[in-house]
């Protein structure tokens, strides 16, 4: 029997900061394993970040490209195969490749850039895989069109990194709990409000509780989008239409965040063996009609997210067909996104 033949998928990667860089890591650390198991060798031929690209149309040296972002520098600044100003959306239209990572910072505003890169690289036939959530926001039915999702045969679109990082909702939702109809939908799915929801628990200030958020990398300098309930409510409209195959869009989604949770709202919860979650929630209101939100919410001990850890993320499925499932995961941060990326690259190109 002749051995498998490697396969050697081009790829290009936009967004070199806390999800790129660290994707670049993995892969230089398990690209034997990638070749061992899978015949798969993964060839970075263009990269973009904030200062411009670098495009090597034989491959670039990963080892090279870490060592000038931990440098601090772009990589526009590599010698010969620098690309100074070039933007992530030329360097897709430019470049020929059979995939695209995309890891530019995410906007719920308009979802650029990487709307526009994501749309141009399948409309040039390369299989996208997103960790930036905005473009699935704000032009998840558009994407869905141009990419496998709704027709066979076109690129595919991959995102399980953008909700929930290395916990697996999307490829539990679609795949494993195919057929079902679904019921109610709860997730714990921010990092950042989780925490400091906990510590607030433990009796810390909101104020205390952030700085150490902060300290440990969980929490930006502007906690905004975490705190108020937005990065939650972005990864619940992801599940909503890819999930539920609901069109659902943010002026569907009642937000409130948790700035206004109290000590004794806190106690109480604490008191009956459970915990205040900063809750998204679907709830399936018959035919196809659903109820969105995303807001402070006491459980007690009877649920399945009350002993939730304070670095957990968790979320509850429930589906005629298939129960209630539970899932909770250690957060990772961005290296667990990174991990995702990757694993919607193995599904894209499979053993």
Do not use: C
């Not at 060798?41 to 970040?49: F, K, Y």
């Not at 997730?187 to 628990?201: I, K």
């Amino acid at each position: 029997m002749n051995p498998r033949a490697v396969r050697t998928v081009r790829f290009l990667l936009t967004g070199l900061g806390n999800v790129g860089v660290p994707l670049l890591e993995i892969l230089q650390s398990r690209a034997s394993l990638l070749m061992e198991r899978y015949r798969l060798e993964l060839l970075p031929v263009g990269l973009a970040d904030s200062g411009g690209a670098a495009v090597a149309p034989h491959g670039l040296d990963i080892g090279e490209v870490l060592a000038v972002k931990r440098a601090r520098h772009s990589v526009a600044s590599l010698p010969v195969v620098g690309r100074p100003g070039m933007s992530g959306r030329q360097l897709v239209r430019d470049v020929k490749a059979d995939l695209l990572l995309e890891a530019t910072p995410t906007s719920f505003k308009d979802g650029q850039p990487g709307l526009d890169i994501t749309r141009d690289a399948l409309m040039r036939g390369m299989a996208a895989v997103l960790a930036s959530k905005g473009p699935l926001v704000l032009g998840f039915q558009e994407l869905a069109s141009l990419s496998d999702l709704e027709s066979p045969g076109r690129p595919p679109l991959r995102f399980s990194a953008a909700v929930g990082g290395a916990m697996p909702l999307v490829n539990v939702g679609r795949r494993d709990l195919a057929l079902g109809k679904p019921g109610r939908f709860e997730g714990v799915l921010n990092s950042t409000s989780h925490l400091l929801l906990n510590r607030m628990a433990e009796g810390k200030s909101y104020e205390a509780a952030l700085a150490e958020a902060q300290a440990l990398g969980i929490a930006e300098t502007d906690p905004t989008l975490d705190v108020d309930g937005w990065d939650t409510t972005g990864k619940l409209i992801i599940l909503a239409n890819a999930v539920m195959r609901v069109p659902t869009t943010l002026k569907d989604v009642s937000v409130t965040g948790m700035r206004g949770v109290t000590r004794a709202e806190l106690d109480a919860a604490k008191a009956k063996g459970g915990q205040v979650l900063l809750l998204a929630r679907g709830e399936p209101l018959g035919g196809e009609r659903w109820e969105w939100s995303v807001r402070p919410t006491a459980v007690d001990a009877s649920h399945p997210l009350a002993r939730l850890g304070a670095t957990e993320l968790g979320a509850v499925f429930r589906s005629d067909l298939h129960g209630v499932h539970t899932l909770i995961t250690g957060e990772q941060g961005s290296r667990g996104t990174s991990a995702a990326m990757l694993r919607d690259v193995l599904e894209i190109f499979p053993d």
